[in-house]
T-cell receptor
Framework: AQSVTQLGSHVSVSEGALVLLRCNYSSSVPPYLFWYVQYPNQGLQLLLK??????LVKGINGFEAEFKKSETSFHLTKPSAHMSDAAEYFC?????????????FGKGITLSVRP | DTGVSQNPRHKITKRGQNVTFRCDPI?????LYWYRQTLGQGPEFLTYFQNEAQLEKSRLLSDRFSAERPKGSFSTLEIQRTEQGDSAMYLC?????????????FGPGTRLTVL
């Protein structure tokens, strides 16, 4: 079984400030980890994914995340926030077994960016 | 546009009515997933198809829910005797044949409102 914990439901930063969105996971086998972004009334767009290659993963729109096995974490960061980054962000985990690859999502974090 | 498409985008129905949603995955993606997302929550897995075979169903999928994927192409999700608790966004995702990365591509979703 696998699960994801995203602490806090809302993060607010100033434009140009560092973005840090936290994600901790639980998995009985080595996981695949994902960050998705969702804009209002839209589906989910993949930001980046960890698939047991490099532990520091770079994604689209300047986001990156670091897989830390010892901390069971996969936090999302961006050095400088932009107004267009305001959205909801979901961390997700799936099993690295080749079987059903369903995603298990966290509850999501709403990111607000202040001018 | 060659992404995942879902129809309708919005559906308002009265309690007790039946509704059907359609998902067209990315061409040649053999895996198809349905998720449900309620307000303030992350998506939750409902069911999974590999080609035309429905390989897993969540306990969330009550007897009033049924999904099909005839011929392994598009999929339909039907809800019979809708209840107010069925109000949610229903998301479809697809994944390419032979993918070992479990990456899923999401459609824009169908938002269901049960009055």
């Amino acid at each position: 079984a696998q699960s994801v914990t995203q602490l806090g439901s809302h993060v607010s930063v100033s434009e140009g400030a560092l973005v840090l969105l936290r994600c901790n996971y639980s998995s009985s086998v080595p996981p695949y980890l994902f960050w998705y972004v969702q804009y209002p009334n839209q589906g989910l767009q993949l930001l980046l994914k960890y698939t047991s290659a490099a532990t520091l993963v770079k994604g689209i729109n300047g986001f990156e995340a670091e897989f830390k096995k010892s901390e069971t974490s996969f936090h999302l960061t961006k050095p400088s926030a932009h107004m267009s980054d305001a959205a909801e962000y979901f961390c997700a985990v799936s099993l690295n077994t080749g079987a059903n690859s369903k995603l298990t999502f966290g509850k999501g974090i709403t990111l607000s960016v202040r001018p | 546009d060659t992404g995942v498409s879902q129809n309708p985008r919005h559906k308002i129905t009265k309690r007790g009515q039946n509704v059907t949603f359609r998902c067209d995955p990315i061409s040649e993606h053999n895996r198809l997933y349905w998720y449900r997302q309620t307000l303030g929550q992350g998506p939750e897995f409902l069911t999974y198809f590999q080609n035309e075979a429905q390989l897993e169903k969540s306990r969330l999928l009550s007897d009033r829910f049924s999904a099909e994927r005839p011929k392994g192409s598009f999929s339909t999700l039907e809800i019979q005797r809708t209840e107010q608790g069925d109000s949610a966004m229903y998301l479809c995702a697809s994944s390419p044949r032979g993918s070992s990365l479990n990456e899923q591509f999401f459609g824009p979703g169908t938002r269901l409102t049960v009055l």
